[in-house]
């Protein structure tokens, strides 16, 4: 009764930690891939290591590129603007 009891602790754990879920679709995914890969075991590592939490360093890049993106947006702007006022004079 206790190991029982035991697994399903762990069962529900790992429901609830969203683990079995994306095991389920990495699972989903193989099974339905036409061609199935030579190795199974790095289809699993690949597809779950593209679900894993991304660097801490990608939110400070994306936020610059958002920044420079910004930047670039308004130098065009001035562009169009200082190229209207060149053709006037």
Known sequence: QAADSKREQ????LEKSGVLD????VLV??????????SALDFLKHHLGASA???PELDVL????????????????ENKILKTKVKIY
């Open 29 to 38: 995914a193989l099974y339905e891939e036409p061609e199935k890969p030579n």
């Open 10 to 13: 762990f069962r529900q754990y």
């Open 62 to 77: 994306r936020l610059e590129l958002a920044e420079m993106k910004e930047k670039y947006e308004a130098v065009l702007e």
């Open 22 to 25: 994306v095991l389920t679709r």
């Open 53 to 55: 939490p991304e660097n």
